[in-house]
């Protein structure tokens, strides 16, 4: 048995005693250390994703750990191997995948939604899900390797180059993380947030930000563009506001990158990209080579990981951490270790 993290219904999680399954074929058996709670993890408590998590289901995607037993046909992996897991099964065979777009598979299995995910002290997930970490990379860092392989797609999507002004709307651990990532391959960024906090903390990471709620964005992305606008904007924030601004700051064939999750329609100035021949791009999820880049970023401080984690909690009072996260306030990124709790501790 192991204790794990389970969504029961519509903000109601608990944690409880699993069953944990010997490895079979293809499969290894991990010991998550720390799991990020993220915004999707958010939209399933929440009850939005009741379609698909199905009920009582283990949550967590965002992860790092260690491998513990290997199935037959595993090559290459071994007892204590440092890892983390992009969480993606696919069919092969469906439309997208023929056209080598694994990763949004039209029959897409994200584990830790549509199975069994990584908030529990043992895990197991096929082998070819792995991607290996530095043995020198603490794992509480590593477990945002996850999320910036999700900003290091969305940059790559948006075609960002050296030199190009970005605007990134919505400051919360996606949002800082592309302005990172963009920074890093040359950009000339600002973050918009509302938040005083989250504002302080991209500040200290070297970002420039505004307050949409004191200052005029539209009016300073002309003053910063020489009245060109913006290149490529990020909607990271999920808000109807953010869609407008993120639309408004762009110049003539900008290229606005959708992020956020949108749980219902959004209005769209539509009249904005037929007179600017502005480019709306979807972005969702990555491939491998995002995560591989993902890895280095958080590897090497580009990415100072550290500096986002505002708490870790015990498994036991990841229910309540959920909670936290809802309120909003000053937090960024909440870890759960598996690690620390010894009640139904795996056997």
């Known amino acids: 048995m192991t204790l794990a993290v389970r969504y029961l219904s519509a903000r109601t999680l608990d944690t409880a005693a699993v069953e944990t399954p010997e490895p079979g074929p293809g499969q290894v058996e991990l010991a998550p250390a720390f799991v990020g709670i993220c915004g999707t993890d958010l939209h399933i408590f929440h009850g939005d994703m009741d379609a698909r998590v199905k009920a009582p289901g ?175 904007a990020f909607e990271v924030s999920g808000a109807a506001a953010g869609v407008a601004t993120a639309v408004e700051v762009l110049g003539v064939r900008g290229r606005l990158c959708l992020v956020a999750i949108h749980p219902k329609p959004r209005e769209l100035n539509l009249h904005r990209f037929f007179w600017r021949e502005l480019i709306l791009i979807g972005a969702r999820l990555y491939v491998r080579g995002d995560f591989e880049k993902a890895v280095e970023l958080v590897a090497d401080g580009t990415i100072p990981a550290e500096r986002l984690i505002s708490k870790v909690v015990p498994l036991t009072q990841a229910p309540a951490a959920f909670e936290a996260l809802e309120g909003g306030g000053d937090v960024m990124k909440i870890l759960v270790d598996c690690t620390t709790d010894t009640e139904g501790a795996a056997e």
């Open 58 to 232: 283990v949550i967590g995607h965002e992860m790092s750990g260690r491998v513990v037993r290997v199935g037959p046909d595993v090559e290459g992996w071994q007892p204590g191997d440092a890892v983390t897991v992009m969480p993606l099964r696919w069919d092969g065979s469906c439309a997208a995948c023929l056209n080598g777009h694994q990763h949004i598979c039209q029959h897409l299995d994200f584990i830790g939604i549509d199975s069994p995910g990584a908030m529990q002290q043992r895990w197991i997930v096929p082998a070819d899900t792995l991607i290996r970490l530095p043995e020198d990379l603490a794992l509480d860092r590593a477990a945002l390797v996850e999320p910036t392989a999700v900003a290091v797609h969305d940059v790559n999507r948006a075609g960002v180059r050296s030199g190009e002004r970005v605007v990134v709307v919505g400051g919360g651990p996606v949002g800082v993380l592309i302005a990172l990532v963009a920074q890093a391959a040359g950009a000339d960024v600002r973050v918009v947030e509302l938040s005083a906090h989250r504002r302080a903390l991209a500040e200290e990471l070297g970002l420039s930000t505004w307050d949409p709620a004191a200052e005029d964005v539209t009016a300073l992305v002309r003053e910063w563009t020489a009245d060109a606008g913006a290149d490529v």
